[in-house]
């Protein structure tokens, strides 16, 4: 089992920064591969950013490239979510997630997350 918080939400004006963090705790101690999504009101959850369990390989939602990166500690048990640029459309609840894939992979589908962290607002105001 693994258990998500996330931290560092907040408001911050349009072409501002804020860097999430993702605090996860197994009892294995086993890296899994991980991602960031969001859901803004009245539309799906959006993919925004993955990373695998080793090797570093990183994916990005179309919206977000360029702009965000997301990036781990060497024990893996932290990610980060760093978002430069902001624009009121970035405008959403973050979550982090966690798949149960300890390679290489990297997901944009919900599908291989098995556990989820309760979410963080993020507001960007133009």
């Known amino acids: 089992q693994v258990q998500l918080v996330e931290s560092g939400g907040g408001w911050v004006q349009t072409g501002g920064s804020l860097r999430l963090a993702c605090a996860a705790s197994t009892r294995t101690g086993i890296r899994y591969s991980m991602a960031w999504f969001r859901q803004a009101p009245g539309k799906d959850r959006e993919f925004v950013a993955a990373?695998?369990?080793?090797?570093?390989?990183?994916r990005f939602g179309d919206s977000v490239k360029g702009r965000f990166t997301i990036s781990r500690d060497n024990g893996g048990n932290t990610m980060w979510l760093q978002m430069n640029s902001l624009k009121p459309e970035d405008t959403a609840v973050y979550s982090c997630a966690s798949s149960i894939s300890s390679g290489y992979q990297t997901f944009s589908r919900e599908s291989p997350y098995a556990y989820w962290g309760q979410g963080t607002q993020v507001t960007v105001s133009s």
């Open positions: 990373i695998s369990a080793i090797g570093g390989n990183t």
